[in-house]
Nanobody, 126 residues
Framework: QVQLVESGGGLVQAGGSLRLSCAAS????????MGWFRQAPGKEREFVAA??????????ADSVKGRFTISRDNANTKNTVYLQMNSLKPEDTAVYYC?????????????????WGQGTQVTVSS
């Protein structure tokens, strides 16, 4: 079992930055790839970024490439994945979810993730 808790959301002006964190508990955290998804009001949840268990492989949605950076810290008991979000735009406004998957491919597919956090709200004002 993996339990995920997101934090770091909030209200920021366009052009600003936020860093989201996702704290994971469970012994298998280091064996799971981690992803970030987001869901804007009235829209379907969409893939944002994902990182392999080792951190050596990373994938981004085209809409966030060059602005968002995903990273993870598996050391000791930290077990945390981060999403650094820079140059934020109003269209980035959404609830952001972290998720864990044992799959090594297909990270953009929501159905491949076994564990989900409760989400954290990010609001970007224009």
């Amino acid at each position: 079992q993996v339990q995920l808790v997101e934090s770091g959301g909030g209200l920021v002006q366009a052009g600003g930055s936020l860093r989201l964190s996702c704290a994971a508990s469970g012994r298998t955290f280091s064996r799971h790839a981690m992803g970030w998804f987001r869901q804007a009001p009235g829209k379907e949840r969409e893939f944002v970024a994902a990182i392999s268990w080792s951190g050596g492989s990373i994938s981004y949605a085209d809409s966030v490439k060059g602005r968002f950076t995903i990273s993870r810290d598996n050391a000791n008991t930290k077990n945390t994945v981060y999403l650094q979000m820079n140059s934020l735009k109003p269209e980035d406004t959404a609830v952001y979810y972290c998720a864990a998957t044992a799959w090594t491919t297909g990270w953009g597919t929501e159905g491949k993730y076994d564990y989900w956090g409760q989400g954290t709200q990010v609001t970007v004002s224009s």
